[in-house]
Nanobody, 122 residues
Framework: QVQLVESGGGLVQAGGSLRLSCAAS????????MGWYRQAPGKQRELVAA???????NYADSVKGRFTISRDNAKNTVYLQMNSLKPEDTAVYYC????????????????WGQGTQVTVSS
C-alpha cells in the first residue's frame, strides 16, 4: 500500500521560512510527477508547485521566486522550501504523487498525503 508521509509544517511569522518534506513508500517502481497543493479555509485546493522525474518544475504565480521544489528520486521524496512566507500562504499543504506505478501494478495511479498545516502570522 502506498503512503505519502509529509512533515515540516508549523507556525511561522511573516517573512520566515519553512521546509516541507514528503516521502512516498510502498513497493514503488516509478513516479512521474510529485508536487504540493494547498487548501485554505473556504477555498479550493490549488497547485503550489510540481516537479517531474526529469526535474522540470511548475509553480503557481503566487509563489514564484519565493518557493523552491526539489526531489530525490532515489528516496521517492519531494521537498518544498518556502521563503518569504506571507499570511496568505496559510493553508493545509498536501503532497501529491501523480503517475505512481508500483511493481505489481499495470496502470499508474495518483496518491495524496494526509496534509500538513502551515500557518503564517502577520
Amino acid at each position: 500500500q502506498v503512503q505519502l508521509v509529509e512533515s515540516g509544517g508549523g507556525l511561522v511569522q511573516a517573512g520566515g521560512s519553512l521546509r516541507l518534506s514528503c516521502a512516498a513508500s510502498g513497493s514503488i517502481f516509478s513516479i512521474n510527477a510529485m508536487g504540493w497543493y494547498r487548501q485554505a479555509p473556504g477555498k479550493q485546493r490549488e497547485l503550489v508547485a510540481a516537479i517531474t522525474s526529469g526535474g522540470s518544475t511548475n509553480y503557481a504565480d503566487s509563489v514564484k521566486g519565493r518557493f523552491t521544489i526539489s526531489r530525490d528520486n532515489a528516496k521517492n521524496t519531494v521537498y518544498l522550501q518556502m521563503n518569504s512566507l506571507k499570511p496568505e500562504d496559510t493553508a493545509v499543504y498536501y503532497c501529491n504523487a501523480n503517475g505512481l506505478l508500483r511493481y505489481r501494478d499495470y496502470e499508474p495511479q495518483e496518491y495524496w498525503g494526509q496534509g500538513t498545516q502551515v500557518t503564517v502570522s502577520s
